[in-house]
């Protein structure tokens, strides 16, 4: 997942609940026996009282603004809720890449797919995990491979480089492909069942 959508969400969701739980101790603090309880300077609302009464709320609609601003208000955040939403549901793997010609484009996750299940048949390679980002002129590629025990890690290099990289490459062609490669050995150890 996205990192800056992970703060986003982590940020939206921090702030609400800092706000119901403000709301809700509050409400729970000043009514009934809790209330007598509370120092003096606790802001507490008068016996009977509402948030906003009949005259006041008259009174605000008698302003030309009020109306027009409640609705452009209401509409701005359900418009900020329906876009957060939307990007809730977008996922990486249908994201395009351009090919060479015009028209043509390629999924991500399906040429990340085929990199991977060519990486995985070079010699020395237990696992391989590739994930490419679209970006507009130009692509990454995160590739993972867990290797062999006894795998010699510079000759797993160089067949991937010139093996399924290159032929990304040239998938991709005219826009560049930088790739980062990050390599990790399989235990010796057999798992255990438990």
Partial sequence: ????????????????????????????????????RLPGWWPAPDAGTVLLDRAGLAGLRGHGWWTPAVVAG?????????????????????????????????????LGDAVARRAEATPGVDRAHVHLPAGKKRSRARVRLVLEPGAAPGFVLEQLAHGPLDEARAALAPH??????????RSRRERRAR
């Fill in 74 to 110: 209401t509409v701005c955040a359900l418009l900020l809720c329906l876009a957060w939403f939307l990007t809730q549901l977008r996922r990486g793997g249908g994201r395009r890449l351009p090919l060479a010609g015009p028209p043509l484009t390629l999924r991500s996750r399906a």
């Fill in 176 to 185: 560049p492909l930088e790739t980062r490669v990050r390599m990790g050995v």
């Fill in 1 to 36: 997942m996205n990192p800056m959508r992970n703060a986003v969400n982590r940020t939206l969701l921090a702030s609400t609940g800092a706000a119901l739980l403000a709301g809700g101790g509050w409400l729970a603090l000043t009514g009934g026996a809790a209330a007598e």
